[in-house]
């Protein structure tokens, strides 16, 4: 293992200051916690938190500021965060017209944060929440009931960010939630497995010239494995998947991410997207927002993903609302 770190049981601790120091004017910790908060908060905004294990860098801490997140919670590597940490990152995201968790879909991160969920409310905070399972690869996998939560979360964070900036209430941001979440779909592809530091060796290996289809951003199984072929060929495989589950028409509208697992350069990511584009003008599909780069990673592992979500008119608008956040 060669990484750029101290003793890997600090990890969290040194990277959320640095991460402090580094973006002093947007954000902050929030004391003797694993919480980062937004500087800016204003009264009468519902707060939007959201989290889970560390390691998916810039998610989510990256995503906190003005028009998205007020507030990420901070586990440890690939860990969930506890209930008493998440109601922290309520606490401080409270400016008292409620707060909605963003939670990602696996078993403990869901757990812990409707557990934080209820603490809050004894505490007389109104809390709603919002699952995320956006993964099509599998139906079940390692520490998940139901499909992974992955990359199209941030999509969740920016659409609902940019809601809550406007001013809605936490009633009506939830009622757009159920509605936008079944409309983001995303499917990836693993090069390497992701080594966790305190572990010291990559989660799974492959071969040189193979890859796996639909690996989680925590290592877990995908679908299947092969040789690795040409960028056109692996996104003829990711949009033939995205295809089946949306159903789509000629002229349906919708928005593309490519998101690096954390070591694939920007370079391939490009590539990757120039195929994926050339796809779906061939599908006749109306393409109103495209992003590329690691959003949601998985430490150091090579391989991407693929997210696309169908839009309706308001929701690009809000894609492409202003933010003031680290990684956005």
Same mark, same amino acid.
């Given at each position: 293992? !060669? ?30 916690? #694993? ?39 901070? *586990? ?17 995201? #409270?400016?008292?017209? *409620? ?40 139906? #079940? ?67 040189? #010239? ?16 092969? !040789? ?19 159903? %789509? ?27 994926? !584009? ?24 090579? *391989? ?10 308001? %929701? ?11 990684? %956005?």
């Amino acid at each position: 293992m !060669k990484k750029i770190i101290n003793q890997p049981e600090e990890i969290l601790n040194q990277m959320l200051e640095g991460l402090t120091y580094a973006y002093s004017d947007l954000v902050e910790r929030v004391n003797e916690t #694993d919480v980062i908060v937004k500087k800016d908060k204003e009264a009468g905004k519902v707060g939007l938190v959201s989290g889970g294990g560390s390691g998916h860098e810039p998610s989510h801490a990256g995503f906190v500021g003005r028009g998205m997140l007020s507030a990420a919670v901070c *586990g440890e590597v690939f860990t969930s965060p506890t209930p008493d940490q998440v109601l922290e990152g309520i606490k401080a995201a #409270d400016t008292g017209s *409620g707060v909605l968790l963003i939670i990602k879909n696996y078993s403990g991160d869901v757990m812990n944060f409707e557990m934080a969920k209820d603490m809050a409310e004894m505490e007389d905070i109104e809390v709603e929440t919002i699952i995320v399972d956006d993964d099509i690869a599998v139906e #079940d996998s390692t520490y998940t009931a139901g499909r992974r939560g992955v990359a199209g979360t941030v999509l969740v964070h920016k659409i609902l960010g940019a809601y809550a900036e406007q001013g809605k209430s936490l009633a009506e941001i939830k009622e757009i939630a159920d509605k936008l979440v079944p409309n983001i779909k995303t499917i990836g592809l693993a090069l390497t497995g992701a080594t966790v530091p305190a572990v010291g060796k990559p989660g799974f290996v492959l071969e040189d #010239d193979e890859i796996e289809y639909g690996v989680g951003i925590h290592g877990e199984p995908g679908y299947r494995k092969e !040789k690795l072929q040409p960028s056109k060929g692996l996104a003829k495989e990711l949009v033939a998947k995205l295809k089946a589950e949306f159903n %789509w028409n000629t002229g349906d509208k919708f928005g593309v991410l490519v998101n690096g697992l954390g070591s694939t350069p920007l370079m391939e990511q490009f590539v990757f997207i120039n195929d994926v !584009k050339e796809l779906l003008a061939e599908e006749g599909l109306t393409i109103e927002f495209k992003k590329v780069g690691d959003l949601m990673t998985a430490i150091d592992m090579s *391989g991407l993903s693929l997210t696309m979500i169908k839009l309706e008119d308001e %929701w690009t608008e809000q894609l492409n609302f202003p933010v003031t956040t680290i990684a %956005w």
